[in-house]
């Protein structure tokens, strides 16, 4: 599903009234009578209230005039709150608010943060609507505004953001200095992406999509948004077609490098992964050293011992990863290695010399810092970067505070200045392109933040890769997949506890259900 940024949705209504010839009052009444609608179907037990309207000067506020007018037409109380001076609102809004105040509505406009506190405490609303922001919010929410929204959470009512929660980012997902915790968020004609990223999406409560007029089918182009969310329906039009009649050639070659002592388990995840992606063969290249703890641990994957010391790799495993790469479709690079100055020195020539699809995570990211200058210095061939918040801060030289509080516009930027995909781990994981391509998965639970979760990350990504997958949709696909075989683990035991092996298991069950009509 296309989720749109705020100046995509703006686009869209100036779109359907410029050229379209739609009045912007009837879409704000659309708006309105649908939220309304969902109001009333879902808090049935709540009337008649009392509902109050926290409305502001702009769009929403005057979406929140329309819902205010028709509950208090259907018999409910309502009180319509608006933190602006009559003056100060123009507009489609402006109409709104005339025709709820000749409708008899009760409408109270307040410019002082006492009297705001005080219609609180006397109104002692059931239901609450938001009509402050939702997407035209640009700045960081102070004074009046502010207060509002701390008296909308301290409430016991139930509280349905219109559009979107006020406070969040419509963009981006970003909190602008404090956010309304809503139950229900109606939004209007396609979810945003601040709804689906996080932080965002953690205030948004139950999301429903209402349309409101805005005709799909003939929006032009260069309207349409180039963020997606990645849903089942999505991630199945992702998945490489599958010949009956093929062999293990037909479904790639993939080489992993990874390992090092203590970790050979990064490695044989990886590798494992890969299998269970459908990848036809699999090369897990690893330290000499550890190369018979790998003998043991890999049954269906080859292995192969690289050049080391010290149980590290070296320069001199560098020719042999790369006669290894030729007979390749994939390369997975990182579980593992440890962190060297020698490993470092290898990571950069095979980043800049190789040319087949690249995944790089785990220690891979993390000899990266300082020196990212050589993802530009690589000639050919696509690149997937996988850190998790911690790599991608040290990647960065940010807190991971905040990463987590602008993962959206960070992951955009750093994949368009580097020319990688970036895959930005975390609940609601965002998978981003060089071209501004930016995916949002919505799959996934917290039995995923275990030791190895990562490296079957990794495999899977690099199993996709070899078996032909476009690197973008690749990312996107194995993100999704990794998520949902968490997913079916939880269904039978729950995701405390669970493992990095579990994961794996479900990966060809989490392909076969995608294989369903």
């Known amino acids: 599903m296309q989720l749109y940024s705020a100046a995509e949705m703006v686009a869209a209504d100036r779109y359907a009234i410029d050229t379209l010839g739609l009045p912007g009052a009837v879409l704000m009444e659309n708006a309105g009578r649908a939220c309304a609608q969902s109001i009333e179907e879902r808090y049935a037990e709540c009337f008649p209230g009392p509902v109050v309207v926290v409305a502001g000067k702009g769009n929403n506020g005057g979406d929140g005039y329309v819902i205010a007018r028709i509950l208090a037409d259907h018999g409910w109380q309502v009180t319509t709150l608006v933190l602006a001076d009559p003056e100060k609102i123009a507009g489609d809004a402006a109409v709104m608010l005339q025709i709820l105040r000749q409708c008899g509505g009760r409408v109270v406009f307040i ?49 349905i953001a219109v559009d979107l929660p006020s406070g969040v980012d419509a963009s981006n997902g970003r909190i602008c200095g404090c956010v309304v915790r809503a139950d229900v968020t109606v939004s209007f004609d396609h979810p945003k992406i601040g709804h689906i990223s996080t932080p965002g999406a953690l205030y948004v409560g139950e999301l429903e999509v209402v349309d409101i007029g805005i005709p799909a089918t003939k929006r032009p182009t260069d309207l349409l948004p180039h963020a997606r969310m990645i849903d089942a329906a999505v991630a199945r039009s992702l998945v490489p077609e599958r010949p009956a009649f093929a062999h293990k050639g037909t479904f790639g070659h993939l080489l992993v490098v990874a390992g090092s002592p203590g970790k050979t388990g990064a490695a044989a995840l990886a590798g494992d992964a890969a299998l269970r992606s459908g990848c036809g063969l699999v090369t897990v290249a690893v330290p000499a050293s550890v190369h018979d703890i790998l003998e043991v641990k890999l049954t269906e994957a080859m292995t192969v011992p690289l050049a080391d010391r010290d149980g590290l790799l070296t320069m001199a495993a560098a020719d042999r990863i790369v006669e290894l790469a030729a007979s390749s479709q994939a390369l997975a690079l990182g579980p593992g290695l440890s962190q060297s100055d020698g490993l470092r020195q290898l990571l950069r020539r095979l980043v800049t010399t190789l040319n087949l699809p690249l995944v790089i995570d785990a220690d891979g990211l993390n000899l990266l810092v300082g020196q990212l200058d050589c993802l530009l210095e690589r000639q050919d061939g696509p690149l997937i970067l996988t850190p998790h918040p911690g790599e991608m801060a040290r990647l960065v030289g940010m807190s991971v505070a905040a990463i987590e509080a602008d993962r959206f516009d960070l992951a955009r930027d750093f994949a368009r200045r580097h020319r990688v995909i970036l895959l930005l781990k975390g609940a609601r994981t965002i998978i981003a ?63 405390v506890g669970m493992t990095a092996g579990e994961l794996i298991l479900k990966l060809p069950l989490v392909r076969q259900e995608l294989a369903q009509p």
């Not at 009509?131 to 509280?159: C, D, H, Q, W, Y």
């Open 111 to 159: 410019s002082d943060e006492e009297i705001l506190v005080q219609r609180f405490d006397e109104l002692q609303p059931h239901l609450i609507v938001d009509a402050l922001f939702g997407t035209g919010l640009a700045s960081e929410v102070r004074g009046l505004p502010a207060v509002a929204i701390a008296l909308m959470n301290k409430a016991t009512a139930r509280v």
């Open 433 to 495: 392109a060089p071209d501004g391509r930016v995916h949002i998965n919505t799959s996934g639970n917290n039995g995923l933040s275990s030791g190895g979760s990562g490296d079957v990350l990794t495999g899977l990504i690099g199993g996709l890769l070899a078996q032909g997958c476009d690197p973008f949709a690749a990312a996107s696909l194995a993100a999704w997949m990794h998520g949902r075989a968490a997913e079916q683990v939880a269904e039978n035991r729950g995701t």
